[in-house]
């Protein structure tokens, strides 16, 4: 089965403060693909990251960190010094190869951020 | 302009009414795809097609129908409305050579009464 899973429904958090979403992904596949978007109060949806499952090497983009372990088969997300912007809601997703890379995407996390 | 653009945005119909739900992109991708999201279910997967003559089933295809009229374009019809398919519908493209790296239109809101 193929299956992204995150557990947090919402957080949230006071202005400055560090943050980590959890993901955790089902997948037999041993080529596949890793992303998180964000989705904004005004409701679009935005790539984030994409990492392919032979890069375990964690990435550092500004004040956004992921820290992917396929140990543990999760590819989690932190926002270091959180801002009122950052309030949106955050989906992991998976593109396994079985399927042609189709994106299957976990329930989402609501982050508040409060000034 | 946006590259993928979804029509209509809002949309509000009754139950039993046919709704297309329209997608053009400037992207020159060839995969396409109609997601679907309701509050704490994230997006699911409706139907996708890898080129003009290729078209799939996703995880919720009861109810709905696609046609790929050319490379550019890819629309969702729901055939009879129902209430439970008030949802918003979101139309992406990927490109071939990053496989799974979405690109959004902005949705449509569709409610059925």
């Known amino acids: 089965a193929q299956k992204v899973t995150q557990a947090q429904t919402e957080i949230s958090v006071v202005e400055k403060e560090d943050v980590t979403l959890d993901c955790v992904y089902e997948t037999r596949d041993t080529t596949y693909y890793l992303f998180w978007y964000k989705q904004p109060p005004s409701g679009e949806l935005v790539f984030l990251i994409r990492r392919n499952s032979f890069d375990e090497q964690n990435e550092i983009s500004g004040r956004y960190s992921w820290n992917f372990q396929k140990s543990t088969s999760s590819f989690n997300f932190t926002i270091t010094a959180s801002q009122v912007v950052d309030s949106a809601v955050y989906f992991c997703?998976?593109?396994?190869?079985?399927?042609?890379?189709?994106?299957?995407f976990g329930a989402g996390t609501r982050l508040f951020v409060k000034a | 302009d946006a590259d993928v653009t979804q029509t209509p945005r809002n949309r509000i119909t009754k139950t039993g009414k046919r709704i297309m739900l329209e997608c053009s992109q400037t992207k020159g991708h060839d995969r396409m795809y109609w997601y679907r999201q309701d509050p704490g279910l994230g997006l699911r997967l409706i139907y996708y097609s890898f080129d003009v003559k290729d078209i799939n089933k996703g995880e919720i295809s009861d109810g709905y129908s696609v046609s790929r009229q050319a490379q550019a374009k890819f629309s969702l019809s729901l055939e009879s409305a129902i209430p439970n398919q008030t949802a918003l519908y979101f139309c992406?493209?990927?490109?071939?050579?990053?496989?799974?790296?979405?690109?959004f239109g902005e949705g449509s809101r569709l409610t059925v009464l």
């Open positions: 997703a998976l593109s396994p190869h079985t399927g042609g890379f189709k994106t299957i």
């Open positions: 992406a493209t990927s490109p071939g050579q990053r496989p799974g790296e979405l690109f």
